[in-house]
């Protein structure tokens, strides 16, 4: 089984909103990781957890607040978020120690 | 800067024939790579990895690296019209995992 889950699957908010987006898998990964997908383009690399630990933050603005309360669980806490940051987001998980990344469904986020 | 190049397309093949999908990476250090299958508003599935130099197959696909020539294809026999999606070339550089802009393949009926 190499099933990613992501919730939820769309999400509008406004500029002053507070929301959370979940991800979890059941694979015994311990690496997960946290794209943004705008449309048209390939999806950028924002945060990397590896074993529980942030390893990669890149330059991502704080407004985005990733979290991982274990191993099968990846957390991004969004607030304040502006209209430019509306995107599909994905997570990814890998096994520690092996590169291929298996991607959830995204969560396609609209910022108002 | 560790880059990955495409030709974003698209590129039409006829149903049947042979799709040929091209990415060059600027990274020497890179060990693995991947090629992802993406369609319209969906999210990335993985077709295919590659380690070593030479092909790989898997059913219709073939994958093709060449480490001297920072190269690597995708081959895709028998295209069907399942196969309009939008490609993307990935590699491993360091910790990162850096994605290509894509390649758009549309296969006519």
């Known amino acids: 089984d190499t099933e990613v889950t992501q919730t939820p699957k769309h999400l509008v908010m406004g500029m002053t909103n507070k929301k959370s987006l979940k991800c979890e898998q059941h694979m015994g990964h311990r690496a997960m990781y946290w794209y943004k997908q705008k449309a048209k383009k390939p999806p950028e690399l924002m945060f990397v957890y590896s074993y529980e630990k942030l390893s990669i933050n890149e330059s991502v603005p704080s407004r985005f607040s990733p979290e991982c309360p274990n191993s099968s669980l990846l957390n991004l806490h969004l607030h304040a978020l502006q209209p430019e940051d509306s995107a599909l987001y994905l997570c990814?998980?890998?096994?520690?120690?092996?590169?291929?990344?298996?991607f959830g469904p995204g969560t396609r986020l609209l910022v108002l | 800067q560790k880059e990955v190049e495409q030709n974003s397309g698209p590129l039409s093949v006829p149903e049947g024939a042979i799709a040929s999908l091209n990415c060059t990476y600027s990274?020497?250090?890179?060990?693995?790579f991947f090629w992802y299958r993406q369609y319209s508003g969906k999210s990335p599935e993985l077709i295919m990895f590659?380690?070593?130099?030479g092909d790989k197959e898997d059913g219709r696909f073939t994958a093709q690296l060449n480490k001297a020539s920072q190269y690597v294809s995708l081959l895709i026999r028998d295209s069907q019209p399942s196969d309009s999606a939008t490609y993307l070339c990935?590699?491993?550089?360091?910790?990162?995992?850096?994605f290509g802009p894509g390649t758009r393949l549309s296969v006519l009926p």
């Open positions: 990814a998980s890998s096994q520690a120690g092996v590169e291929t990344q298996y």
């Open positions: 990935a590699f491993r550089g360091g910790q990162n995992f850096v």
């Open positions: 590659i380690y070593s130099n």
């Open positions: 990274d020497r250090g890179s060990q693995s």
